[in-house]
């Protein structure tokens, strides 16, 4: 199941986002916002948890710019929130390091490439080459 959340500012790229997930038959929960002014580090949370206790395999979150909800995410022992632009860095993000939610900027992300980058960092697995486990071990400490 992979967990979804957002502020008012990741609303909108969060429906595309769903839209994407159910046409794939994705599991997936929702914890909001729903569109209403609300602080990001809640929804971080949220998300965070059900991940890093393992409710949800991955997670989705956006706000604006992505940067404060990845930010009040990685504070979340176990989670590894990696904000991605681009398909390399979601990519590069699951093969080399394992990260288990992607955070996207709903105001400088468009849907079409949001919808891309969930795709590969949903569908990348994790390298498992040893020296990606002893930095993820590194980060950990």
Known sequence: M?????????????KEIIKYLEEKQLEYKDFGCHGESVDYPE?????GHAVADGEC???ILICGTGI????????????RCALCGDCFSAEA???????????????????????????TFLHTPFSNDE???????????
Do not use: F, W
């Not at 929804?43 to 998300?47: D, H, M, S, T």
């Open 2 to 14: 992979i967990a979804i959340g957002c502020d008012h500012g990741g609303y909108e790229l969060k």
């Open 43 to 47: 929804y971080a949370k949220l998300v």
């Open 57 to 59: 395999e991955k997670g």
């Open 68 to 79: 404060g909800i990845s930010i009040a995410a990685n504070k979340i022992k176990g989670v």
């Open 93 to 119: 993000t699951r093969e080399h390091n394992n990260a288990n939610i992607i955070a996207l900027g709903g105001r400088v992300t468009g849907p079409s490439l949001a919808v891309k980058m969930v795709d």
């Open 131 to 141: 020296r990606h486990i002893r930095r993820i071990a590194q980060i950990e400490d």
